[in-house]
């Protein structure tokens, strides 16, 4: 069978909560742009129908399955989708597109299953179960179960037209995109920043990044991982910016009048403050990390603490309960794992104190500031940013 339309079915639980058309209107126009990426020479129309979101092409959609497909599973938002078949509200056609639709299946039991939102059809949900029920067993050697077929055949009957189908593709969940504000992501190249990132893009943030690398005293290869990681993210987000701040005048400083000890955390925490006034220019309203609960040594509850004391913006850190593991899983479901795991120069792996503290105080790591021209190094930091956009 051809498929004309696909319908998209959302969480429901979430979109309770907030203003449902709202929403509706994000994850609409988040599948208009996913499409337009993956098949940039059709053009699809996207609309909303009472509960659903049907997307529609001239052509044949069954053409275009596999890129379809995968851009639906990087939306967030959708439940599941169907490819499916459209006919008018009329019995006789319904039980012709449900034989259609079964007939080039392999199964042998089946069952029909009937949603009813538009009350003016003349049947209700249970009669249209049992008359197109009737009619497949009239032309097909087959047995109607209701608990576990082989197959379902959906007969949904929504304002004005019936659509049908067989298949419910499950879509990535979450909320979509963009619907719950803006936030900024730390990015290093590293595996678990960009999951921790899809992870607030998947609760419906939008997503501005920010790298910090230390060129010349590295080489360019951290930069080239970021962008190519921000290139897979853009899958989940159409539109991109990504800051590219040199952290080098910074830690030059640094390990030269400060406590080898401290080191990491006194670049964390100039990071921390330098994102947070990108957050402020591009209206963002928390900052992200991929920091996770006693994973290395910067990662106590001490040293979390004496990062976070310079921000005052809320700091999300969707990996915190994570076991590695489980954070490299999510990466390679994400797509950015084999990028991450290329071997590069990290900002901070440079000079490592051969023991950092694990227990900083904040009274200490400010003490160790005052060595430290603070505010002429940001604004040096912030004069060196460059933009890069991807769009998607
Ligand atoms: P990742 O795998 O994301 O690099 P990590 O396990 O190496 O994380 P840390 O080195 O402690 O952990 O970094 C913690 C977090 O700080 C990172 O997840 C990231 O959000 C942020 N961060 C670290 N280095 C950079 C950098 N060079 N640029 C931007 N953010 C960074
Ligand atoms: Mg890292």
């Given amino acids: 069978m051809e498929f004309d339309t696909i319908l998209c079915h959302y969480a429901e639980v979430g979109l309770k909560l907030g203003n449902r058309r709202f929403f509706e209107n994000w994850l609409r126009k988040n599948i208009k742009a996913s499409l337009n990426r993956a098949i940039p020479d059709k053009i699809f129309t996207v609309r909303r129908l009472y509960g659903r979101i049907v997307i529609e092409l001239d052509d044949d959609l069954t053409k275009n399955r596999e890129e379809i497909i995968q851009a ?54 249970q009669q249209v179960n049992e008359d197109v029920g009737a ?19 959906h007969i949904d009957i929504v304002q004005g037209v019936v659509y049908i189908y067989t298949e419910k593709i499950p879509g990535p969940g979450g909320l979509p995109t963009g619907a719950n504000g803006k936030v900024v992501g730390l990015l290093s190249g590293g595996i678990d920043s960009p999951v ?26 951290s930069i ?23 952290l080098t005048p910074i830690q030059k400083e640094i390990l030269v009048k400060t406590k080898e000890k401290y080191r990491i955390i006194l670049y964390r925490r100039f990071m921390f403050r ?17 920091e996770s609960l006693g994973q290395v040594a910067s990662q106590t509850l001490e040293n979390i603490a004496a990062i976070e004391a310079v921000s005052s913006m809320p700091i999300l850190r969707p990996l915190i309960g994570l076991d590695k593991l489980e954070i490299i899983n999510l990466a390679k479901e994400y797509g950015t ?7 590069d120069q990290d900002c901070c792996s440079l000079f490592l104190p051969k023991s950092p503290a694990t227990k900083a105080k904040t009274q200490f790591i400010e003490a160790e500031e005052e060595n430290l021209a603070v505010d002429n190094l940001i604004q040096e930091a912030i004069d060196s940013i460059e933009i890069i956009k991807i769009l998607a």
Wanted: one cysteine or more; hydrophobic letters at 45%.
């Fill in 135 to 153: 009619f497949i067993l009239s032309k097909m050697d087959k047995t109607v179960q209701l608990k576990d077929p082989d197959i379902t055949c």
């Fill in 224 to 246: 080239e991982k970021v962008k190519q990681i921000t290139t897979v993210l853009s899958h989940y987000q159409s539109r991109i910016h990504l800051y590219l701040v040199a």
């Fill in 196 to 221: 921790a990132s899809i992870l607030a893009m998947k609760r419906g943030a939008a997503v501005t990044f920010v790298h910090f690398h230390s060129v010349p005293m590295t080489t360019e290869e």
């Fill in 72 to 125: 639906l599973s990087s939306t967030f938002g959708l439940a599941y989708f169907a490819f499916a078949r459209y006919v008018a509200q009329e019995i006789k056609s319904i039980r012709e597109m449900a034989l259609a639709a079964l007939q080039d299946k392999e199964f042998e039991t089946f069952k029909i299953k009937t949603r009813r939102p538009d009350q003016n059809f003349l049947f209700n949900a």
């Fill in 337 to 343: 794992y084999d990028i991450s795991i290329l071997p």
């Fill in 274 to 290: 330098i994102a947070e006034m990108i957050a402020n220019k591009e209206k963002a309203r928390a900052l992200v990390t991929g």
